[in-house]
T-cell receptor, first 114, second 110 residues
Framework: EAAVTQSPRNKVAVTGGKVTLSCNQTNNHNNMYWYRQDTGHGLRLIHYSYGAGSTEKGDIPDGYKASRPSQENFSLILELATPSQTSVYFC?????????????FGAGTRLSVL | GQGVEQPAKLMSVEGTFARVNCTYSTSGFNGLSWYQQREGQAPVFLSYVVLDGLKDSGHFSTFLSRSNGYSYLLLTELQIKDSASYLCAVRIGSNYQLIWGSGTKLIIKP
């Protein structure tokens, strides 16, 4: 069964520290996305990728970097974590075929920056 | 500016129905999707509509009116397990360009 797996599921980081969130997909989808979800907000796009080696800025990229070393893996990097980056982060993949472009989400990573 | 609006909460009763509303104002429109998100879990795709009218998928039906910037998700014969948040997302351009509503939390009472 197709799957998107995120690690870690929970993370506590200190302000100014480096955090890396990992995502692996077995869907063989070209497109991958990183979102954050906060109470009162819809899902907000941080970075996305069209394939291995590509990363693009989403709507709220400041303070985040992304890396797509392979079709399967897409990482989100916080070089200098801040408390405002405390959130739940979701990775998703999609094949982008046709108009529907269904997204398949990972289970999420709950990040707390103290 | 662009936006997708959903009521924060909706309450209904087991065995009846619930209509989850979504209104949008966007610069373009290439379809609207609904996702279900249970507490502490990932969003899961439910339905996609791009043409006006009602799309009946059994337990879930989806309505769209593009001229009014309005959609709803209709859940019939509600079960307690339908308690979840329902997210609406409008696609405005290429694959990454989705604008998400903040979701409606559906609470179902016995």
């Amino acid at each position: 069964e197709a799957a998107v797996t995120q690690s870690p599921r929970n993370k506590v980081a200190v302000t100014g520290g480096k955090v890396t969130l990992s995502c692996n997909q077995t869907n063989n989808h070209n497109n991958m996305y990183w979102y954050r979800q906060d109470t009162g907000h819809g899902l907000r796009l941080i970075h996305y990728s069209y394939g291995a080696g590509s990363t693009e800025k989403g709507d709220i990229p400041d303070g985040y970097k992304a890396s797509r070393p392979s079709q399967e893996n897409f990482s989100l990097i916080l070089e200098l974590a801040t408390p405002s980056q405390t959130s739940v982060y979701f990775c998703a993949s999609g094949d982008g075929q046709g108009g529907q472009n269904t997204l398949y989400f990972g289970a999420g990573t709950r990040l707390s920056v103290l | 500016g662009q936006g997708v609006e959903q009521p924060a909460k909706l309450m209904s009763v087991e065995g009846t129905f619930a209509r989850v509303n979504c209104t949008y104002s966007t610069s373009g429109f290439n379809g609207l999707s609904w996702y279900q998100q249970r507490e502490g879990q990932a969003p899961v795709f439910l339905s996609y509509v791009v043409l006006d009218g009602l799309k009946d998928s059994g337990h879930f039906s989806t309505f769209l009116s593009r001229s009014n910037g309005y959609s709803y998700l209709l859940l019939t014969e509600l079960q307690i397990k339908d308690s979840a948040s329902y997210l609406c997302a409008v696609r405005i351009g290429s694959n990454y360009q989705l604008i998400w509503g903040s979701g409606t939390k559906l609470i179902i009472k016995p």
